[in-house]
C-alpha cells in the first residue's frame, strides 16, 4: 500500500496544489494537514474558527502554522462567493439564503474550490457523505458528457491494482450510467499507473444468458466504446471470465479481453459493494476509496470511521485527480 500512496505523492509533490478541508478542528483533519504541509506536498486549507483550529492543534501536538486557515465569517471576498453562488445556482438560492448557506463548512470550501482559489476539497470525518457531496453536485457539478458522479475502490494486494467501480453512489444504474462510470474509471485507474483493461461485469458472458439486466450492459458497452474509442473495453463478463485467462478461453475465444482485466465495472451498487468487500475481507486485498469521479473538480468523501492516515492518503488522491 506504501508503494501505491508512494507513487501519488510523487506525482503531487512538485504541483503547488491547494486542498480544503472544511472539517478544521478534528484531530485527525490537524494532524494529516500538519503533516502534508510539513512536507511541502501541498498546501492545506483548514476551514473554521481561526482561534479553535489554533488552540485544537496545541492540544493534539500539531503545528498548523504551515496551513492556510479561513473562517467564513470573516472571508474578504464573502460578497463576492455570494453572488457567485447565487448566480450558479440560477435563482434557485436567494441572496439571502446564500449568505446562510455559505457559513456552512463544506459549501464555503467547494466554493473555494469552484472559484479556483482551492484545488480539491476533502471531508466527511465529521459530516455525512450527502453533506459533503450535495455542495459538489450543486456547485462543482459534473463533467460535461458526464450526467452523474460515482465512487470507486482502488483494491491493492502487493504489486496487484485492480479498480472496482461503481461501489459507492448509483444504486440502479442505467446504460448511460454504466457509460460513464466505465470511461471515468479509466482514467481514474491511470492516476495509479494503471493501463485500463476496461470489463463490463454481469451474470452472463457473450450472450450466455440474455435479459434486461444483461440488455443493460451490452448497450452500456456500445456507448463506452462511442464516447472513447481508444479505450480497451469488452464485455458482457461474468467475473471469471474477465479475470481468469484460462475460463475467458472458453466462454470468450473471440473477446478482446483474455482474462486480462483491471477495471471492473459492476452492474449495479448492490453487486459492487458486495463484491468489493468479498475481495477486502477473503483476498485480504485493501479498498482504497471510494474515490468520486466525474466531477468537473475532485471533491472527496472520507468516513467518519476513517484515520489520520486516510485522510493524509485521499489528500494526496485528491490532488492527483486535480492534476
Keep these: 500500500m506504501s508503494e501505491l500512496f508512494d507513487q501519488v505523492k510523487e506525482k503531487v509533490s512538485n504541483q503547488n496544489k491547494s486542498i480544503v478541508f472544511p472539517e478544521g478542528t478534528d484531530e485527525r483533519i490537524l494532524t ?169 461485469l454481469s451474470f452472463s458472458t457473450k450472450g450466455s444468458a440474455k435479459s434486461e439486466e444483461t440488455e443493460r450492459v451490452v448497450e452500456a458497452l456500445s456507448i463506452a466504446k462511442e464516447k472513447n474509442p481508444s479505450l480497451t473495453i469488452d464485455g458482457e463478463f461474468q467475473f471469471d471470465a474477465a479475470f481468469v485467462p484460462s475460463v475467458a478461453k472458453k466462454k470468450a475465444p473471440d473477446a478482446e479481453l483474455q482474462g486480462d482485466a483491471n477495471v471492473f465495472v459492476f452492474p449495479s451498487l448492490e453487486a459492487g459493494n458486495i463484491g468489493y468487500k468479498i475481495a477486502q475481507r477473503l483476498g485480504e486485498f485493501e479498498a482504497v476509496g471510494p474515490i468520486l469521479q466525474g466531477l468537473n473538480k475532485p471533491v472527496n468523501d472520507l468516513s467518519r470511521g476513517c484515520s489520520t492516515e486516510d485522510v493524509y492518503n485521499l489528500a494526496l488522491i485528491t490532488a492527483a485527480q486535480a492534476e
Design 32 to 200: 494529516a494537514a500538519s503533516q502534508l504541509a510539513a512536507a511541502g506536498i501541498l498546501t492545506p486549507i483548514l476551514i473554521g474558527d481561526k482561534t479553535a483550529i489554533k488552540q485544537k492543534g496545541e492540544e493534539v501536538g500539531v503545528d498548523v502554522s504551515r496551513c492556510k486557515l479561513m473562517d467564513p465569517a470573516e472571508f474578504p471576498e464573502f460578497d463576492l462567493m455570494v453572488e457567485t453562488f447565487v448566480e450558479r445556482r440560477k435563482g434557485k438560492v436567494s441572496k439571502e439564503d446564500a449568505k446562510k448557506i455559505l457559513l456552512d463548512e463544506n459549501y464555503f470550501g467547494t466554493m473555494l474550490v469552484y472559484m479556483n482559489q482551492a484545488d480539491g476539497l476533502v471531508s466527511g470525518a465529521t459530516h455525512s457523505t450527502a453533506d459533503t457531496v450535495r455542495p459538489a453536485l450543486q456547485v462543482i457539478k459534473t463533467k460535461e458528457g458526464v450526467q452523474k458522479t460515482s465512487g470507486v475502490f482502488i483494491m491493492v494486494r502487493g504489486e496487484e491494482k485492480y479498480v472496482f467501480a461503481d461501489c459507492a453512489i448509483n444504486i440502479a444504474p442505467n446504460s448511460q450510467d454504466l457509460a460513464e462510470i466505465a470511461v471515468e474509471s479509466a482514467t481514474t485507474a491511470e492516476l495509479f499507473d494503471v493501463n485500463p483493461r476496461v470489463a463490463m
